[in-house]
């Protein structure tokens, strides 16, 4: 790209004079010769960067998306019988695709629009984005049980039990819903997409570029030294600079027109959940009963972390000061509602009164 710029008559420097030099320079320090065009041919037309040079900018739709989807599936099932019903389901899958957000669809994390960092890279080859789809999870498991405690009069133990002793330890039911998942995939962006940190855009100056990696390393949750205040960071403290200037950061920017490593080549942390229910049924007259529930979700207290591109607290470009940083896997619930299906950041309690006739 800045040989092109070059060979049509126009240096480094030469531009920078005709441009905001400021944000030119910084453009040219972070690699991004895309950004370093577009502030060219938005102040001239004579080097013919544009294609069509009467239009800004052309929204193109296609069915070049492609994806598919193989998995294993198992089903264990219990019918409920003599007080127990038992449910067991476990997933082993793969999900590739070249994107997973609807380009049309602000609703699915889209909309007409090419800078976010979850579109392709190069609209030219969406080859180069063939990875794990972002909801791709290997291996799900979840399991559900109703146990009817066999105490008190008519069950197993304690059948012919009646007063106080059978209101007190009869009449139990134990539910239980367990999940476990695998943690989805997901990117490491270069850098941002203004001019005090353009260092993403190095092949085009809408698109924002994947990071290259410096030296092997994974994905997984730690603090950072001397920070135990700030949430887990699934990655070391990393700097946004061009590749060679930091050996010590295990990201780097890449250079002018190359677009970084492979899509989703990284594995956010797994994610379980168990909710518990306890209920207890009161036989007051033959047609009336009164049952109290007590119900938990996320009984035992469990933190779940999201990867940085969907956590409340985090980011996953270099360029972020929340860069690897990581929160709580959870949504705010609607109005209309206590708890949500996706997990709890905290234990939640609560309490049921029912009349049953």
């Not at 994905?219 to 070391?236: D, E």
């Not at 990581?326 to 309490?351: D, K, L, M, N």
Request: proline content about 6%; glycine content about 8%.
């Amino acid at each position: 790209m800045l040989a092109q710029l070059i060979a049509g008559g126009m240096s480094a420097t030469s531009a920078a004079n005709v441009l905001n030099q400021s944000a030119t320079l910084t453009d040219l320090q972070f690699n991004a010769a895309g950004s370093f065009a577009q502030r060219i041919e938005d102040n001239t037309l004579s080097l013919k960067l544009r294609p069509n040079q009467q239009f800004a900018r052309i929204t193109y739709l296609d069915n070049s998306g492609d994806s598919n989807y193989h998995a294993a599936q198992f089903t264990l099932r219990r019918r409920f019988t003599s007080g127990l019903g038992v449910s067991l389901a476990y997933t082993f899958s793969k999900s590739i695709d070249n994107q997973s957000v609807d380009p049309v669809g602000a609703t699915s994390g889209g909309a007409i629009t090419n800078t976010t960092s979850r579109a392709p890279v190069d609209i030219r080859d969406f080859r180069l984005d063939r990875g794990r789809s972002d909801f791709d999870r290997t291996h799900i498991l979840q399991g559900a049980t109703v146990w009817e405690v066999p105490v008190g009069k008519g069950k197993r133990f304690l059948n012919s039990s009646s007063g106080i002793v059978n209101q007190i330890l009869g009449g139990w039911t134990i539910n239980s819903i367990f999940a476990y998942m695998t943690g989805e995939p997901f990117n490491v962006n270069a850098g941002g997409d203004s001019s005090s940190a353009p260092g993403g855009r190095t092949a085009n100056a809408a698109h924002t570029a994947r990071a290259v990696v410096q030296r092997p390393i994974s994905a997984h949750l730690q603090y950072l030294p001397g920070q135990t205040t700030i949430r887990p960071v699934v990655f070391p403290a990393s700097t946004a600079l061009p590749c060679g200037q930091d050996p010590n950061s295990p990201f780097c920017i890449p250079a002018p027109g190359q677009n970084g490593v492979g899509r989703n080549i990284f594995t956010a942390p797994s994610y379980w959940n168990v909710d518990l229910g306890f209920i207890k049924t009161f036989q007051i007259r033959e047609r009336f009963k009164i049952q109290f529930r007590t119900e938990m979700f996320n009984a035992l207290n469990h933190a779940n972390f999201d990867n940085p591109r969907d956590a409340s607290v985090g980011s996953p470009s270099l360029s972020s000061q929340d860069f690897a940083r990581t929160c709580c896997a959870t949504v705010a619930p609607p109005s209309t509602q206590t708890v949500v299906q996706t997990g709890e950041s905290a234990r939640v309690i609560q309490f049921a009164l029912k009349l049953q006739f």
